[in-house]
């Protein structure tokens, strides 16, 4: 009867340490996937804010080419330069900031989850209003 007692409380020794080892292992997974998921974000990131810029530099250098060809346009006698040619440089400054206004209303609509490594879409105020708990 000892023998069987003493073999029964060596078995649930081993098993609460293989729980134990198992927890162990489980924490070290999900901490090891929280860090590659924060690593992807910030990658993520980096990649927007780079193509934002880069959205950016295009917008304004659209800008810049339009404002000349008008103030080249306004001269006596147009400067050597037609309408057709400032209406295709104020349809190329439209086409560069395209992109621009879709990133930030796509922006607008997104914020940080708190405590949490991933993002969620914010609620409209009608859509927070007409939810209902069931």
């Known amino acids: 009867m000892a023998r069987k007692k003493a073999l029964l409380e060596h078995k649930l020794r081993t098993l609460r340490q293989q729980m134990q080892d198992e ?3 489980h924490q070290r997974r999900s901490a090891l996937g929280t860090t590659k998921l924060q690593e992807e974000q910030k990658a993520q990131m980096a990649a927007a804010k780079t193509t934002a810029e880069d959205a950016r530099r295009a917008r304004d250098a659209a800008q810049l ?6 103030r080249v346009f306004a001269t006596p006698g147009g400067g050597g330069v037609s309408l057709l040619q400032v209406e295709s440089k104020r ?3 439209r086409a560069a900031e395209m ?3 879709s990133r930030k209303r796509r922006l ?5 989850a708190r405590n949490r490594t991933s993002w969620r879409p914010r609620m409209c105020s009608s859509e927070a209003g ?3 708990t069931s």
Do not use: C, G, I
């Not at 607008?108 to 940080?112: H, K, S, T």
């Open 65 to 70: 080419e339009l404002e000349k060809f008008e």
């Open 130 to 132: 007409s939810s209902s």
């Open 91 to 93: 349809n190329a400054k």
């Open 99 to 101: 992109p621009t206004a």
């Open 108 to 112: 607008r609509n997104w914020q940080p």
């Open 23 to 25: 927890e162990q292992a």
